[in-house]
């Protein structure tokens, strides 16, 4: 049984002497969900969505046009799988995510282990140099580098308070302005509605043969790392804790991704009419984002690029403000609890941003990265960085399968037949997907050894 001095009392959720959720609980009349119901999906789809999603998705449509369009489609649908299934494995056991991963065996514990500190310190720098670029290049007589830290800072303090409203608020405000702007810069193009509509169909452009990783880009990589696994924490801070708010959940969860994926196809859009019709090629990484400012600069005025940079950095300040609440959340979780028997965990067991070691985690994704934004950074880190991201999602999907199939689940919120092939055929993509990204992260290993 648990006891009432391992509760965290700025979250209690129920009796402290029960683990996991009554009878009682599970049966309760449900919530029903408002169009108000809106919050950490919201946060967790702000949070995935950042300035390389944007530059992958202009990419693709510079160089396939529309064709690719079902693609970011399919991915919507693949976010909103994984996230439902994280949410609803939390509100049916009463269980984090990395508790139900401790539920596996021990070897969730040592891929998560060092995949949280590295992820943390690669993504920190990668954060703060993809804020600080477009204030860079809306006020040029200011060093790139002042706004990366500045901007890791005032994340950091803004997380420090401890105030979930607040962050939900902000990354609203945020997304609000990266949605809008991005819409309006798509609309000014006039896109070709016929050829969007085309583009639906499922097709596979021949004659290339990297399109297949275009596809599996955009299905996979568009709004999915870490964040999606911290879902369960924002609910547990917002207090969507028991399983009456079920329907709410997944009423926050498909609404937030529809929201993303209309922003996404209106990046593809931009992608289409901007770069593709005049054949214009971008820089890789979050630099490409200043090419779409500066054509839209030279053919519709400096007016709209400035429109555009602003939701340019809203897409960017979104997820590090996301990732620093909602990762350190994780860690929190992961340290206060690896070593404790994993039958004895629950929700109330999970630390707030109050403690030590979300703090430290807070402190670890701010300061120590700041390094890599005046040095070149090192390739080992890169190469574990690369390698233990590219095995994410295929652990995320491989480890909902398990947990939400479990009797450990009551049997109304278990996986259904459809459910599972949706999942399965996430968990293959990803696969796929991972492998890939291995082969790529790996790379510079061969070609040293070779």
């Not at 979250?11 to 309760?28: K, L, Q, R, S, Y």
């Not at 405000?173 to 809008?180: D, E, K, S, T």
């Not at 490409?288 to 600069?297: P, Q, R």
Request: proline fraction near 5%; hydrophobic fraction near 50%; charge should be neutral.
């Amino acid at each position: 049984m648990a006891s009432h001095s391992r509760v965290d009392t700025a979250h209690p959720v129920h009796n402290p002497d029960i683990v996991g959720f009554t009878e009682a609980e599970i049966n309760e009349q449900p919530v029903k969900p408002k169009w108000n119901s809106l919050g950490p999906g919201i946060v967790a789809a702000a949070t995935g969505v950042g300035a390389a999603d944007l530059v992958a998705t202009l990419t693709a449509g510079s160089r396939y046009g529309y064709m690719l369009m079902w693609a970011v489609v399919l991915g919507v649908i693949l976010k909103i799988v994984l996230v439902e299934g994280t949410g609803r494995y939390y509100l049916s056991t009463g269980k984090t995510i990395f508790q139900g991963w401790r539920t596996l065996g021990a070897w969730t514990t040592v891929y998560f282990a060092p995949y949280i500190l590295i992820w943390g310190f690669v993504y920190g720098a990668t954060a703060m140099s993809s804020t600080a670029l477009p204030l860079a290049a809306l006020f040029p007589g200011v060093d790139a580098k002042v706004f990366a830290i500045v901007a890791g800072v005032i994340g950091l303090c803004l997380v420090w308070l401890n105030r979930y409203r607040l962050i939900e608020t902000l990354m609203t405000v945020l997304i609000g302005v990266m949605f809008v702007t991005v819409l309006l810069s798509a609309a000014l193009t006039v896109p070709n509605v016929g050829a969007i509509l085309a583009g639906l169909v499922p097709r596979i452009p021949s004659g290339d043969p990297e399109v297949m990783f275009y596809v599996l880009g955009l299905a996979g990589g568009v709004g999915g790392t870490i964040t999606l696994a911290a879902y369960g924490y924002w609910l547990r801070e917002k207090g969507w804790n028991v399983p009456k708010y079920m329907k709410v959940m997944r009423f926050d969860n498909a609404t937030s991704y529809i929201l993303t994926g209309i922003f996404v196809i209106a990046t593809m859009i931009m992608g289409v009419e901007l770069l593709h019709s005049a054949g214009i090629a971008i820089s890789s990484g979050d630099k490409g984002l200043l090419d779409v400012g500066t054509v839209l600069a030279d053919r519709y005025g400096q007016a709209w690029a400035t429109v555009f940079l602003v939701g340019f950095f809203a897409a960017s300040f979104s997820s590090l403000l996301g990732v620093w609440h909602g990762v350190s959340l994780m860690f929190a979780d992961f340290w206060a609890n690896f070593r404790k028997p994993v039958d004895q965990l629950d929700q109330d067991d999970a630390p707030s941003l109050s403690s030590a070691p979300a703090r430290f985690f807070l402190l670890w994704v701010t300061f120590p990265p700041m390094i890599l934004l005046f040095l070149d950074r090192p390739i080992f880190l890169i190469l574990l960085y690369g390698t233990l991201g590219a095995l994410f999602m295929p652990f995320l999907a491989v480890t909902l399968l398990f947990l939400n199939n479990s009797k450990k689940v009551p049997a109304r919120f278990r996986n259904g037949w459809g459910n599972n092939i949706l999942l399965g055929g996430t968990t293959v993509i990803f696969l796929v997907l991972g492998a890939n990204e291995l082969y790529k992260a790996l790379q510079p290993l061969f070609e040293l050894l070779g």
